[in-house]
């Protein structure tokens, strides 16, 4: 059973950083397309960053300079580190991989990120 589980959400003040983590099992993680996604209240969720196997990343333009994507192929990890936060960053962020197999993709239950002073 494919599993995501995220972490490290929370209310930070912007200007401020945070660091999620997405801890996956069940299946392959080193050959799996691997990304973060956000939806704001009211809004349809988007792409953040996203990485494939071979390591290219791609960031959304809103974040670029901001955030950094990174996974440890150890621990089947994989990181956002977001850093000088905007209230509009203000979203649930959901971990996203699409499996090398039968390129189904798998989610997260989502971590809250709140920007706000």
């Known amino acids: 059973q494919v599993q995501l589980v995220e972490s490290g959400g929370g209310l930070v003040q912007p200007g401020g950083s945070l660091r999620l983590s997405c801890a996956v099992s069940?299946?392959?993680?080193?050959?799996?397309?691997m990304g973060w996604y956000r939806q704001a209240p009211g809004k349809e969720r988007e792409l953040v960053a996203r990485?494939?196997?071979?390591?290219?990343?791609n960031y959304a333009d809103s974040v670029k300079g901001r955030f950094i994507l990174s996974r440890d192929h150890a621990k089947k990890t994989l990181y956002l580190q977001m850093s000088s936060l905007k209230p509009e960053d203000t979203a649930f962020y959901y971990c996203?991989?699409?499996?090398?197999?039968?390129?189904?993709?798998?989610w997260g239950q989502g971590t809250q990120v709140t920007v706000s002073s």
């Open positions: 996203n991989l699409i499996s090398p197999v039968n390129s189904y993709a798998y």
């Open positions: 069940g299946t392959s993680f080193s050959l799996a397309t």
């Open positions: 990485i494939t196997s071979v390591g290219y990343t």
